[in-house]
């Protein structure tokens, strides 16, 4: 059974830099057909696809986020990260990590954390 | 972008009823990039069904997905007291992935 694990910080002032490490368990990053990806929830509303990487180095960022985005893979530690650069109040939501078979769908999900930017 | 928009945004039924949500988009998607997802509170999504149609491990089969082009479908045969959730369509296509906003599907 893969399970997918976010870790990073909750707390975030405007215009840092947010985190985030996704662990895989039960699978490896390194599979020929699985994409990994972030997504995310702001409080209260719908999904936000933010991107995904393949362990080619093959990536892929929401046009409206791009600019901000890197997604990188460690194969040696099994996992994922997320970087998301000059963050505001907006970027404030729960951000999952997910595998995508073929980059078509998510089959598995990490639990969430809750990112807060605030001054 | 192609833009997915869910009707109704949300759905009060009771237990027992069959549930209807739709997934419309903006251009033509392929069925094999078409899934559904539900949420529960405090929750991630689950992937309910994928490729249009089929349903994902461990689903039961009052699950069930149809549709092409730019209308789908996903129909609860009968609802359990579990179903009352949020689902969202998302959909995959030109390297990019959006999803729905969603439907509320609330105890009646």
């Known amino acids: 059974q893969v399970q997918l694990q976010e870790s990073g910080p909750g707390l975030l002032k405007p215009s840092e830099t947010l985190s985030l490490t996704c662990a895989v368990s039960g699978g490896s990053v390194s599979s020929g057909s699985q994409f990994w990806s972030w997504i995310r929830q702001p409080p209260g509303k719908g999904l936000e696809w933010i991107g995904y990487m393949h362990y080619s180095g093959t990536t892929n960022y929401n046009p409206s986020l791009k600019s901000r985005v890197t997604i990188s893979i460690d194969t040696s530690k099994n996992q994922f990260s997320l970087r998301l650069r000059s963050v505001t109040a907006t970027d404030t939501a729960v951000y999952y990590c997910?595998?995508?078979?073929?980059?078509?769908?998510?089959?598995?999900w990490g639990q969430g954390t809750l990112v807060t930017v605030s001054s | 972008e192609i833009v997915l928009t869910q009707s109704p945004g949300t759905l009060s039924l009771s237990p027992g009823e069959r549930a209807t949500l739709s997934c419309r988009a903006s251009q033509s998607v392929s069925s094999s990039c078409l899934a559904w997802y539900q949420q529960k509170p405090g929750q991630a999504p689950r992937l309910l069904i994928y490729?249009?149609?089929s349903r994902a491990t461990g689903i039961p089969d009052r699950f069930s997905g149809s549709g092409s082009g730019t209308d789908f479908t996903l129909t609860i045969s009968r609802l359990e007291p579990e179903d009352f959730a949020v689902y969202y369509c998302q959909q995959y296509g030109s390297s990019s992935v959006t999803f729905g906003q969603g439907t509320r599907l609330e105890i009646k």
């Open positions: 997910a595998r995508a078979p073929y980059a078509i769908y998510f089959d598995y």
């Open positions: 490729a249009a149609s």
